[in-house]
């Protein structure tokens, strides 16, 4: 069986949702990373009280300020992670920041607050890491691509699957996420150069906060993280550019 075996794992909006349990459930894996890098943008603020408790049990698990739509906020966050790696790459990145608002009507400055989160950041964040990506990749002595190796993972979501969408609702959300996909299947042009794996993520209708703003999940946040993790674990450069669901299925652009 495929493990996904990345030394070094940095995570968007991980104070809660998604992003706080795969640091939950990577930090306690027995053989987990030797560093997991939970970012949010407010670190010291109430919502951020349980990735602190988290982090006060496992030495490996790193908390460090990242505004996804600050550009000086991600220089620093690069800064301080490539001083915590001293010299080592980073093998995987996971682009999960992002923001859904139920909107009555959709603005021009709906859609651009959303697009700025969840286009816009993980477009960013991904060229600021750029370089310990590919320091990563070019330390492996593993060919070919895997999360384990360098890879981008950018949470998306079926609802921005062109093919597939049938409740035209959620406008600027939907959007959004159909331009994250064309943003992975560029990324996955341009860094698969360098070994380094791009795929566009569907983790499930999901229990977060912003899963049950829109209805009744049926997916536990734990269930679909265990699963991400397993598919994680066993892609590779057949699946660079593609657009897969939490089981690793495949899904229409």
């Known amino acids: 069986m495929d493990v996904l075996n990345a030394r070094s794992i940095l995570v968007t909006g991980s104070n ?4 706080f349990e795969l640091v939950r459930q990577l930090a306690e894996r027995s053989n987990g990373p030797e560093w997991i890098f939970a970012t949010c943008r407010d670190p010291q603020g109430p919502r951020s009280q349980e990735l602190k ?9 790193k908390i460090i300020q ?3 739509t600050d550009p000086s906020s991600i220089e620093a966050a690069v ?30 400055q709906s859609m651009s607050e959303i697009y700025e989160t969840n286009v816009i950041g993980p477009m960013i964040v991904s060229q600021a890491f750029l370089p310990l990506l590919k320091k990563a990749s ?17 949470m998306s979501s079926e ?6 969408v049938t409740i035209p609702i959620l406008v600027s959300y939907l959007c959004s996420k159909a331009a994250l996909n064309m943003l992975t299947k ?4 341009e860094f698969g150069k360098e070994d380094i794996l791009c795929i566009a993520l569907h983790p499930g209708w999901v229990e977060t906060d912003m899963g049950k703003s829109v209805g009744q999940p049926p997916l536990t946040v734990e269930f679909s993280v265990r699963e991400i993790l397993k598919t994680l674990a066993h892609l590779s450069e057949k699946d660079n550019g593609t657009f897969v669901n939490w089981e690793g299925k495949v899904l229409p652009w």
Request: with cysteine.
């Open 16 to 19: 809660r949702g998604i992003g």
């Open 159 to 164: 609802g921005g699957s062109i093919t597939s």
């Open 53 to 61: 408790n988290l982090a006060a049990k496992h030495q490996e698990v």
């Open 66 to 68: 990242l505004d996804t």
């Open 186 to 189: 560029c990324q996955s042009l």
């Open 79 to 108: 800064a301080k992670v490539t001083e915590l790696l001293k010299g080592s790459g980073l093998n995987l990145l996971v682009n999960n920041a992002g923001i859904l608002k139920v909107l009555t009507q959709e603005t021009p």
């Open 138 to 154: 070019q330390e492996s002595a593993h060919k070919g691509m895997s999360c384990s190796k360098a890879a981008i993972v950018n």
